[in-house]
Every structure is written in C-alpha cells, then in structure tokens.
C-alpha cells in the first residue's frame, strides 16, 4: 500500500443511505490501513450485474503516516469525502458515517463504505477521489487533497469465468445471534458472481441479492429489524456450490 494512499481510502464510502456496510474487526489492532489497496484493488465487474464492493479502512491520527511531507506533531481530526470521480454511470457510493456530519470518519476506528450498481457500459474506470481531512494547526483547518490509483473494471458477460468449481469458504453471519442487522461474511478463491439469500424455517425466500465477490473476503450486509424473533436459514451460492447457515433474530 504505497503512504500517500489510506487518506484517498479512507473516505471511499460517499453519498446515500440505501445499503450499509459492516467495518469488520480484524483490522481494528492495526495502525492504519486500506483494504483492498490500490495492487489489489476493487473486485472486476460484468455490465447487467449488480455490482458491490466494500472497502474497509483505518484512519491514523498521526497525519505523518500519511504524508510523510505533514510537519511533525501534525494531528488528523477526521476526514470527509467531497466527491468521486470517474464511476460507470449507474454507480452510487453509501456512506456510513462516523459523525453526525455526512460522510465523514474519525481516526482510530475501523470504518467501511459500499460501491455499488448496475451499469451496461464495459471499460476500465479510473477513479479520483476527492477529499478534505481536517488537521489540527492550533485550530481545526481543512486540507483539500484528492487521489488517484483505485479503478473498478467492468467486463462483457462472456468474460465471467467458469465457476462451476468455487466454493464459498469461511461462511458466517456476525453477529449471530442479531437483533437489527447482520453482516453475512464469505471468501471465495477467484471473484466471481455470488447470491446470498435468507430463508424461514418452512423455505420461503425473504431476501435474495446477487453480488460481484472478489477474491478472498466478502461482506454483504442483511437488515433483520423488520424479522420476527426466531431462526431463520441464510445461504451463500457461487458457481454449482451452496453453503447454508443458521441465522438467530432475536
């Protein structure tokens, strides 16, 4: 992850408040960090396929780690996204923000935003993005930068490969149990399209979402507060390979 970069990252969460992410744990003892980083990047997508991608982030307070150009002592309030440039047409950022403020994100908590749509026009996308992080000089100032390095690919169909092989790895819901929301959490070895879907106990289907996953971990974001108290089933498909789980709403 090259230095100049978990500023970019760290607002990559944006405008609107249809879906949710869930800043996953692992990250939380690390100093700071992107992930997926800019060697990595985010997950190719097919046209007429939904497409959602999260991004998980920590923030340092230390503005050096950064930017090692930031004078010594330089301290990070928060962040904030202004805009992002360069998405297929169809494509929104959620933000899940941190503060009472829109889009914004504090230093020292994990936070995560969702990419997602649906776009008929194939190519690859470059995205800048814009931000203002706020830095202690006495007083509280704004501090325009903006970054480049992340894309999004989007393919013809005939490019999704063969998955009839994959397997859903490392499948679970947390939390489970839930009381409002859970995040239903998946590896897969190569990206590929994936559908998640919730089930009662007598098999009719309450929720069904088709994803782009990427290779390695995923994350798709359930809403369980319109659910009555009880246990309900939650399956995770990719390619021929179907993992089902246990869901506990209470």
């Known amino acids: 992850m090259k230095r100049t970069l978990p500023l970019a990252a760290a ?21 700071y960090g992107v992930w997926p980083d800019t060697t990595e990047n985010f997950a190719h997508g097919y046209i007429g396929t939904f497409y959602s991608d999260t991004l998980q982030m920590l923030v340092p307070q230390d503005a050096s780690l950064v930017d090692e150009s930031a004078p ?30 829109p889009c914004t994100y504090l230093t020292g908590v994990v936070g995560c935003g969702l990419i997602e749509g649906t776009t008929n026009l194939a190519g690859t996308y470059e995205l800048t993005i814009h931000v203002t992080a706020y830095v202690y000089v006495g007083i509280v100032v ?16 005939d490019g999704i490969p063969d998955v ?11 939390p489970n149990p839930t009381t409002t929301a859970t995040s239903i959490n998946f590896g897969l070895p190569r990206a590929a399209q994936t559908r998640v879907q ?24 359930f809403d369980t507060g319109a ?19 246990r869901l506990v709403v209470n």
């Open 11 to 31: 607002v990559l969460s944006a405008f609107g408040a249809a879906a949710q992410c869930v800043p996953n744990p692992q990250y939380a003892d690390s100093v």
């Open 72 to 101: 010594p002592g330089l301290l990070i309030d928060s962040i904030a996204l202004d805009s992002i440039s360069g998405l297929p047409d169809g494509f929104y950022v959620n933000c899940n923000s941190q503060t009472g403020a």
């Open 142 to 157: 704004p501090y325009p930068v903006a970054f480049t390095g992340y894309r999004i690919v989007m393919q013809e169909p």
């Open 164 to 174: 009839a092989v994959l397997q859903p790895l490392d499948v679970s819901a947390v």
């Open 198 to 221: 919730v089930f009662n106990m007598v098999g009719s289907k309450l929720w069904d979402r088709t994803v782009q996953g990427k290779a390695g971990s995923n994350s798709v974001r």
């Open 227 to 245: 659910l009555e108290n009880g246990v309900y089933l939650y399956t995770v498909e990719a390619g021929s390979n179907t993992f089902t789980g």
